[in-house]
């Protein structure tokens, strides 16, 4: 396993230089896809770099640049890759540095190995199953994987917050997250409220920074897969809405249901 998440550090180490060389150009060749969602150079680029990476392990992989493979096919893969080269594409464009490289390893429907990488800051966050789940900053093409490891802090950081804090997309709140964010504010008074782009918000649940990140809007499964797994390392429950149903992966259908994380 370890071998594993050094090979999968590494790509998502070299992905993110491939991202920021993008990032600091003029022109990012924006496309739209069939769903009307953008795609960069970056994302191409990243998927690429990925793909050639984890090809290393001889486990198949199913990245969203990639995405067309029959589920007759994957409904018989028991470990998996599931990649997301640029989570994040629209504040990508919009330039805010709230987007990652989302690497995850399936195993039977579940996540048992996380790496998100986020360029603009260099802050890794990686999680086994076994070992649970660690943040390392300052971290870039150039690291070596075991000083990673080796300065790698467990997380979570935060134990308790001030104010009870959820978190939420800059792009998808609605009367279903209104309605519980009011919910909350009656079991616990005041309830701080922070947007974030990409799986950044899994991550801040996981550091313990937000409490719970409520998702009742559209995500595919991966968005979700590589935080579902730093989430499950740090000690948070995944779930379903109904806060008692697992969120699943290599579904017939890629989309998932709404979600909560929460710690």
């Known amino acids: 396993m370890k071998s594993k998440l ?15 060389e993008v990032y600091n150009t003029n022109d990012f060749e924006i496309k739209l896809k069939s769903d009307d969602s953008p795609l960069t150079l970056a994302d ?4 690429k770099i990925i793909v050639e990476h984890l090809l290393e392990t001889n486990i198949p992989i ?4 990639g995405r067309d493979i029959p589920y007759q096919e994957r409904s018989n893969w028991d470990m998996y890759w599931l990649v997301d080269p640029l989570d994040g594409t629209k504040e990508f ?11 995850a390893l399936i195993e039977k429907g579940t996540p048992i190995m996380g790496v998100i990488y986020v360029p603009v800051t260099k802050d890794l966050y990686y999680s086994t199953k076994e070992q649970g789940a660690f943040k390392a900053i300052n971290i870039d093409s150039d690291s070596e994987v075991n000083s990673i490891f080796q300065f790698g802090l467990k997380i979570p950081f935060v134990l ?12 998808h709140m609605n009367e279903e997250t ?5 919910k909350l504010k009656e079991e616990h008074g005041d309830v701080e409220f922070i947007s974030k782009g990409s799986s950044l918000k899994i991550c801040m649940v996981a550091e313990g920074i937000a409490n719970v990140y409520p998702r009742f809007a559209p995500t595919m499964e991966w968005d979700t897969a590589a935080g579902h ?3 499950l390392g740090a000690g948070c429950t995944v779930t379903q809405a109904d806060e008692k149903t697992a969120l699943v992966y290599n ?4 989309l998932n249901p709404w979600f909560i994380i929460k710690r």
């Open 6 to 20: 050094e090979i999968a550090i590494r790509a998502a180490l070299l992905a993110g230089k491939e991202i920021l």
């Open 44 to 47: 191409q680029k990243a998927h």
């Open 62 to 65: 199913l990245s969203e640049e």
């Open 93 to 103: 464009i919009k330039r805010n540095g709230e987007f990652t490289v989302n690497i």
């Open 160 to 171: 308790e917050n001030e104010n009870f804090t959820a978190v939420g997309s800059r792009s």
């Open 178 to 182: 209104e309605t519980f964010i009011a």
């Open 229 to 231: 797994a730093i989430a």
């Open 251 to 254: 579904k017939e259908d890629l």
